[in-house]
């Protein structure tokens, strides 16, 4: 069993829309939690983070974090087709950015 | 631009043969680390290099070694190569140290190997 299960998709919404992308994770230790964002023969951009449990929203994105359940998500509001990327998920338990443990990645596809 | 700039983009190598992929850090930023992206999979770790010494290793055989030079840029080095090297090799660079807050990693366009 993978330490980070994340839905590879493809996710295929309409522009507009509401968007949750979600990964679950097996290690208690993990502490920081990002979300990045890889569009086609790209590195990853980061788009968000968070430190342990709880919200963040940044413009559009909002990150949610409930270390209880072992379960992080990202919601993408008014979804545009620029949006159109795959998502990573990725997470450490140690200080910061580093040594980050992946999800697979979510393609996300949003028409016009 | 993330100002992380890593070479060549493309690559195709034999299998058994070694390769060298390179990578320059963002300005100020003392960490590297590298990652393997196979097709349709995440990144997965490989190691950390701090101030030009390992700070790290993720589960990848001794064939894969690394250096980091009093510039902070950084080599990743692969011998033997197997079929399954193939993969989008990616570097991150970050500003920290042993035991302290790592800042935001920015991650370079990647090294695009081929083993064939």
């Known amino acids: 069993q993978k330490e980070v299960e994340q839905d590879p998709g493809p996710l295929s919404v309409p522009e507009g829309a509401i968007v949750s992308l979600n990964c679950t994770y097996s290690?208690?230790?993990?502490?920081?939690f990002m979300w990045y964002r890889q569009y086609s023969r790209k590195g990853p951009e980061l788009l968000m983070y968070t430190y342990s449990s709880g919200n963040k929203e940044d413009g559009r994105f909002t990150a949610q974090v409930d270390k209880s359940s072992k379960y992080i998500s990202l919601f993408i509001r008014d979804s545009q087709p620029s949006d159109s990327a795959t998502y990573l998920c990725?997470?450490?338990?140690?200080?910061?950015?580093?040594?980050?443990?992946f999800g697979t990645g979510t393609r996300l596809l949003v028409s016009p | 631009e993330t100002g992380v700039t890593q070479s060549p983009t493309h690559l195709i190598k034999t299998r058994g043969q070694q390769v060298t992929l390179r990578c320059s850090s963002q300005?100020?930023?003392?960490?590297v680390s590298w990652y393997q992206q196979a097709l349709g999979q995440g990144p997965q770790f490989i190691f950390q290099y701090y101030r030009e010494e390992e700070n790290g290793r993720g589960n990848f055989p001794p064939r894969f070694s690394g250096l980091q030079f009093p510039n902070y840029s950084s080599e990743l080095n692969v011998n033997a190569l197997e079929l399954d090297d193939s993969a989008l090799y990616l570097c991150?660079?970050?500003?920290?140290?042993?035991?302290?807050?790592?800042?935001?990693?920015?991650f370079g366009q990647g090294t695009r190997l081929t083993v064939v």
């Open positions: 290690n208690s230790a993990f502490q920081y």
């Open positions: 300005s100020g930023h003392n960490t």
């Open positions: 991150a660079s970050s500003l920290g140290g042993r035991g302290k807050m790592n800042t935001e990693a920015f």
């Open positions: 990725a997470m450490t338990s140690n200080t910061g950015f580093q040594k980050l443990v």
